[in-house]
């Protein structure tokens, strides 16, 4: 029981972090980004033409595409870099099992990791 009761409170403790941190996320960082873009192109569209801040947004939105891709493409290399001990503890375990039963196994495991990582 008391067990049970601890590892609930962990579960609480890590669930109340992960929202606070999301929170302070949205308040110190989204919010702030998202009133000076808008003041600055208000300011731009305002002093110059309209099309001087469009340029602005397209470019903020260019860049924040770029930002998405690249951290999926990134996180595609770290889960790459995980695959490849997956693919070698199966390929070991095929060989083994292989060789002992004369079987072949572990096929599904070679093409997920292979899978995960091309996407």
């Not at 669930?15 to 873009?37: N, Q």
């Not at 600055?40 to 930002?67: D, E, I, M, N």
């Amino acid at each position: 029981m008391v067990r049970r009761a601890g590892a609930l409170s962990r579960m609480l403790e890590r669930g109340t972090r992960s929202i606070s941190m999301i929170f302070r996320a949205i308040i110190f960082t989204f919010v702030p980004t998202a009133v000076e873009l808008a003041l600055v192109c208000a300011v731009l569209a305002r002093s110059f033409h309209p099309r001087v801040s469009l340029a602005v947004l397209a470019t903020f939105g260019a860049y924040a595409a770029w930002t998405v891709a690249l951290t999926k493409v990134r996180r595609a290399a770290e889960l790459g870099g995980s695959g490849v001990g997956v693919l070698l503890g199966s390929a070991v375990g095929h060989l083994t099992l292989g060789q002992t039963y004369g079987q072949p196994a572990g096929g599904a495991s070679f093409r997920r990791p292979l899978q995960v990582a091309c996407v």
